[in-house]
């Protein structure tokens, strides 16, 4: 089974080239990838022509409207029928696409989403959850941006949500779940991840392993890391900029004198390896989970690789069928507190 993913090439910072180059990549990488490019069909015709691809698996649909950084996103989203991403988002509701990928405003991204493609039902919200470089596997950071203000119970969901999401994505058996944390005691904390805390602890679909301190975080400690969208976007952000600058120090130190190039050139092959474990761009997006299909938010400054590993990241997401297992899950979680509910309610009319 082959994955059919839209890419919304307008409001990226980098414009829509690097959507067309990105796609061209993924289609060569991934022989059982279709995609479909939503924007300026002109534009996109003329700069596929510099390209050699499978013109069968990838096709353009005009769109002259566009969503922008300064729209409000709610009305953009119901106003702007005509968008690439409102155009992508009903591809997918209307079954033509399995996924989306875009570059555009987050906030967008986010209204339109749950508007159009909608939530699965049982869950309660959607995060978004990116992945992060670490000393060891990849970890899960969930949620990064779509709920700043969450509940315990939508907290647990989200531990479910990510685990679903490493064991069929990354291939992890049985992941870890921790909470951030300022200590690592149970007794710590604010009040979210006290009440939190004890209902991770009753889960039995999550491995639970306890709190995380945000230092730990970049050594693996944790498959998955579980937070509201407020801190975790705070961790996201501080993490990507301080490996920019470390490595623009590192860079700047081995340029500084004569001995410390030849100490670079030395060490320039072992050094890219493991430079590139580090590189964002090379772990796709950050899926918005619990919806009826894949949207994947990527950078706004995203670039053609990660653009293509966007793609890779959506067709490892289908063909696992993630979606509907999140889907299944849930709704059967919904349908057995339902039918407690009416048990209740009966015995109680009985009493």
Do not use: W
């Given at each position: ?24 990549e993924?289609?060569?990488?991934n ?13 996109l ?20 409207e566009?969503?922008?950084?300064h ?6 989203v119901r106003?702007?029928k ?8 009903t ?11 875009s ?7 986010l ?8 939530r ?6 959607t ?20 709920n ?8 647990v969901?989200f ?72 801190t ?24 500084a004198?004569?001995?410390?190039k ?8 072992q ?11 090379n ?9 009826k299909?894949?949207v ?5 400054n995203a670039?053609?690789e990660e653009v293509a ?11 696992n069928?993630?979606?509907?297992k ?15 509910e009416?048990a209740?309610?009966?015995?109680k009319?009985?009493?």
């Amino acid at each position: 089974m082959g994955a059919r993913i839209v890419i919304d090439t307008i409001g990226g910072d980098n414009g829509a080239e690097v959507c067309v180059e990105g796609a061209v990549e993924g289609l060569r990488q991934n022989p059982d990838v279709s995609v479909i490019l939503t924007g300026h069909k002109k534009e996109l015709d003329q700069m596929l022509s510099l390209y050699e691809y499978d013109k069968k698996r990838l096709t353009v649909i005009d769109c002259p409207e566009e969503i922008t950084c300064h729209d409000a996103p709610v009305e953009a989203v119901r106003k702007k029928k005509a968008s690439s991403l409102v155009v992508g988002l009903t591809q997918i509701k209307e079954g033509h696409a399995d996924a989306l990928v875009s570059a555009g405003s987050s906030g967008a991204v986010l209204a339109g989403a749950q508007f159009i493609v909608g939530r699965a039902k049982g869950v309660k919200r959607t995060p978004l959850a990116p992945l992060l470089p670490t000393a060891g596997n990849p970890s899960l950071l969930i949620d990064c941006g779509a709920n700043v203000d969450a509940k315990p119970e939508v907290l647990v969901q989200f531990a479910e949500m990510g685990t679903i999401y490493m064991q069929n994505v990354m291939g992890v058996k049985n992941p870890t779940v921790a909470i951030v944390n300022i200590g690592a005691e149970e007794e710590k904390g604010n009040a979210l991840v006290k009440s939190t805390y004890p209902l991770l602890k009753e889960c039995k679909s999550i491995n639970f392993i306890g709190s995380i301190e945000s230092r730990e975080i970049p050594n693996g400690k944790a498959d998955v890391i579980l937070t509201e969208a407020f801190t975790g976007n705070v961790i996201l952000k501080l993490y990507e900029g301080l490996s920019k600058m470390l490595l623009a120090e590192i860079k700047s130190a081995m340029m500084a004198t004569i001995k410390s190039k030849i100490g670079g050139l030395m060490i320039k092959k072992q050094l890219k390896k493991t430079l590139v474990r580090f590189n964002a761009s090379n772990k796709g997006g950050a899926p918005l989970l619990g919806l009826k299909g894949l949207v994947v938010k990527v950078h706004g400054n995203a670039k053609k690789e990660e653009v293509a590993s966007a793609i890779d990241q959506c067709y490892r997401f289908v063909i696992n069928d993630v979606s509907g297992k999140i889907v299944r899950g849930f709704e059967e979680a919904a349908a057995a507190e339902k039918t407690a509910e009416e048990a209740a309610a009966d015995n109680k009319n009985e009493a």
